[in-house]
């Protein structure tokens, strides 16, 4: 059951967290792996955040790094920033409506 909530919901927590700033895919799986039921494992990240660069929501660009080879660095676009804020307006009704039912007596 968990497998399917992520599906609906992950791309749109990696967007949420490049909020932020850009992050490299190791940095996103460690802020996603902090709350313990986002991240199944690194292997479903790096192809969702090829979907999220392919739909043009995502940039990236690579940077040296002082500890090994460089990194590709994934940054919030535009077209990006628009998909999570229509998200999140429909995720707090729906949230909502899925909590006070799950509730009910």
């Known amino acids: ?9 992950l791309e749109y927590c990696v967007l949420a967290s490049l909020r932020a700033g850009p992050a490299y895919g190791l940095e996103l799986a460690g802020r996603l792996a902090q709350r313990t039921t986002l991240l199944a494992s690194e292997g479903t990240l790096y192809p969702l955040l090829a979907r999220l660069r392919k739909q043009g929501w995502v940039t990236t ?5 002082t500890s090994g080879p460089p ?5 919030l676009a535009p077209d990006g920033k628009s998909a999570l804020d229509t998200f999140l307006a429909t995720w707090g009704p729906f949230s909502h409506d899925v909590t006070s039912l799950l509730e009910e007596s």
Do not use: D, F, N, P
């Open 61 to 65: 660009s690579w940077q040296e790094s």
């Open 1 to 9: 059951m968990l497998t399917q909530l992520r599906k609906g919901v």
């Open 71 to 75: 990194r590709r660095y994934y940054e």
